[in-house]
């Protein structure tokens, strides 16, 4: 395929929106080989340079999404639309989730997807774990299901089973509408299966986290110290288009000033919205200034924490990542996730174009670029731990996301 063909493609699946800016260093489709990464690559420098200062027990990837096609008992659900020729965008965005995951050619894709993970994990560290991430329906104002507005379902039981077949591997974060009926038992339930936090992604559930709809279920989520994880920013992996204010980062201002604890998903680093403290037709803004104003309220310290999967996507822009480098005094208050299996489509990371930007050494990049042929999430780890941005570093305590899910 070449650059035409492959930009022809973008433009009919709809992923241009992702903001494909360069060729993809490393093709299109994900290689997916069957043998686990070389040891050579595992303890090379840049590997073992990655891993210093960290302790891998508390290494919790916090944002993981649990793929499936509801093949097995899992209960996953996905619209007929995302496997229909019918409907070519969401078929082809589909079969790019599936092949980061090396499931497509799966005959059982939600045992495959499990099998793969810990297969991955064995590579980063076997005391490490990845937080599954369940994914609640569509509902509307009136709490009732809309299931044909919904892209998929991932249910609370199968990432809760997930996690008790595999507790050395696998944690889990729910996801529960709050206009739901029975949204209160729905958490309890949660809680008592160990969920460690609750999965928001308003523009694709239809929920506004400033409505006083949402006031008992944020009570609940204080009594029961369960911190909220809410998208923030623009959304491109599921179609929001008419929702996509509701991904706006102010919004979540409501729950804080409840006394929630939340975290802002990927700290809102793409796309731009307008400035809705001065008004519905504000300035229109970068969503990245509107989490820094949250961050810089001392009103939110021990509430407000960032989150930084796909920051180094090629959507995001360099400057951006340059915020989220600089701002030291923001890094104990932010935690790593991969957005796996994201780091498995090729076209969505270029480390290139960072090492043009003088963030990486070419030699680095090499490397970088094998590791990920073999273990996307080792990349996404590597990755950032290896980018120098004008001499700064994230701190070690960003990857050790555990400690905001143990208090």
């Not at 008790?164 to 889990?172: A, I, K, L, V």
């Not at 822009?317 to 104990?332: F, M, Q």
């Amino acid at each position: 395929m070449n650059r035409r063909q492959f930009l022809g493609l973008l433009g009919v699946t709809g992923v241009a929106g992702l903001g494909w800016r360069y060729w993809p260093d490393q093709g299109i489709w994900n290689p997916c080989p069957s043998d686990p990464i070389p040891e050579e690559l595992l303890q090379h420098e840049l590997v073992q340079s990655a891993w210093q200062g960290i302790d891998p027990k508390l290494m919790w990837d916090c944002h993981v999404h649990l793929v499936g096609t509801g093949d097995s008992d899992s209960g996953v659900w996905v619209n007929p639309d995302m496997q229909s020729i019918l409907h070519p965008i969401q078929l082809t965005q589909f079969k790019f989730y599936l092949n980061s995951s090396c499931t497509d050619e799966a005959e059982n894709v939600d045992e495959e997807f499990i099998a793969r993970l810990r297969f991955l994990q064995q590579g980063i560290h076997p005391d490490s774990r990845y937080m599954l991430l369940a994914f609640d329906y569509r509902y509307d104002e009136n709490g009732v299901l809309d299931k044909a507005q919904s892209q998929f379902h991932v249910p609370n039981e199968y990432a809760a089973k997930i996690h008790q077949t595999y507790p050395e591997t696998f944690e889990w974060i729910a996801s529960i509408h709050p206009y739901r009926e029975d949204a209160i038992e729905a958490l309890e339930w949660a809680v008592a299966n160990g969920a460690r936090a609750i999965k928001w992604l308003p523009a694709a559930m239809g929920m506004d986290p400033s409505s006083k709809r949402c006031d008992v279920f944020y009570d609940a989520l204080i009594k029961h110290n369960i911190p909220l994880l809410s998208h923030a920013g623009a959304e491109y992996a599921v179609g929001v288009a008419e929702t996509h204010h509701l991904n706006h980062p102010l919004l979540l201002r409501y729950p804080l000033e409840r006394g929630v604890k939340v975290i802002i998903a990927h700290c809102a680093s793409i796309g731009t919205g307008p400035d809705i403290d001065k008004g519905p037709k504000g300035e229109e803004r970068h969503f990245i200034e509107f989490f820094t104003r949250l961050m810089d309220d001392r009103n939110y310290d021990g509430l407000l924490f960032g989150e930084i999967s796909a920051l180094t996507q090629v959507n995001r822009d360099l400057g951006t990542i340059k915020t989220i480098y600089e701002r030291e005094d923001w890094h104990e208050r932010l935690i790593n996730g991969s957005d796996y299996p994201l780091p498995g489509v090729m076209p969505l990371f270029s480390v290139s174009r960072y090492v043009n930007a003088g963030f990486l050494k070419e030699e680095e990049g090499r490397t970088l670029s094998q590791i990920r042929r073999y273990n996307p999430p080792l990349f996404d780890f590597v990755l950032k731990r290896s980018l120098v941005v004008d001499g700064h570093k994230l701190a070690n305590q960003v990857f050790e996301s555990a400690r905001l899910f143990q208090m």
